[in-house]
T-cell receptor, first 115, second 113 residues
Framework: GAGVSQSPRYKVAKRGQDVALRCDPISGHVSLFWYQQALGQGPEFLTYFQNEAQLDKSGLPSDRFFAERPEGSVSTLKIQRTQQEDSAVYLC?????????????FGEGSRLTVL | AQSVTQPDIHITVSEGASLELRCNYSYGATPYLFWYVQSPGQGLQLLLKYFSGDTLVQGIKGFEAEFKRSQSSFNLRKPSVHWSDAAEYFCAVGPNAGNMLTFGGGTRLMVKP
């Protein structure tokens, strides 16, 4: 497709369940980002990949959060033992370049609700 | 640490009226500044960006923003608002265009007919 695709769009999980959120970036984009957007807040940085290398994971809130991009294209954000505070929209974005003036293109997000 | 403040959580304007959304940032070096718009059920879309040069930048959909270093501000403006502009607007700052942007809390714009 032409844009960043995320799935599932909506996910309801019981507390303690594991979830996996998928991001398909724009083909050929080098950089991939995950952001977390809580209700009524702006997006907050979670982690960043350049191709398959995870260059920054300083925004991941706990060791329950794990992200990977094994072949430098599709990325998965995994949350283990979900908690209610994990409820948020998880946004994926990609950029053509590794740095510089490349525009970030965002997906529509995956809305996670933890009961 | 970098930060972005959008003082107005909600703004309501009449269709056809002018609009200014405020953004103040804190950043230790020359910032890269952005405005994004988020419509319900849609992803963030870039409206405009400032890297260097002319401090008044033009964006899509008739929006513009002015970088004022002395005030650490990057306010978004539009001379005449359309009903389709109703959305949430986010200001963001970063060390470059595609890396670890810090977003403000957003301003929700409502447009009265």
């Amino acid at each position: 497709g032409a844009g960043v695709s995320q799935s599932p769009r909506y996910k309801v999980a019981k507390r303690g369940q594991d979830v996996a959120l998928r991001c398909d970036p724009i083909s050929g984009h080098v950089s991939l980002f995950w952001y977390q957007q809580a209700l009524g807040q702006g997006p907050e940085f979670l982690t960043y990949f350049q191709n398959e290398a995870q260059l920054d994971k300083s925004g991941l809130p706990s060791d329950r959060f794990f992200a990977e991009r094994p072949e430098g294209s599709v990325s998965t954000l995994k949350i283990q033992r979900t908690q209610q505070e994990d409820s948020a929209v998880y946004l994926c974005a990609s950029s053509l370049w590794a740095s510089g003036t490349g525009e970030l293109f965002f997906g529509e997000g995956s809305r996670l609700t933890v009961l | 640490a970098q930060s972005v403040t959008q003082p107005d959580i909600h703004i309501t304007v009449s269709e056809g009226a002018s609009l200014e959304l405020r953004c103040n940032y804190s950043y230790g070096a020359t910032p890269y500044l952005f405005w994004y718009v988020q419509s319900p059920g849609q992803g963030l879309q870039l409206l405009l960006k400032y890297f260097s040069g002319d401090t008044l930048v033009q964006g899509i959909k008739g929006f513009e923003a002015e970088f004022k270093r002395s005030q650490s501000s990057f306010n978004l403006r539009k001379p005449s608002v359309h009903w389709s502009d109703a959305a949430e607007y986010f200001c963001a700052v970063g060390p470059n265009a595609g890396n670890m942007l810090t977003f403000g809390g957003g301003t929700r714009l409502m447009v009265k007919p």
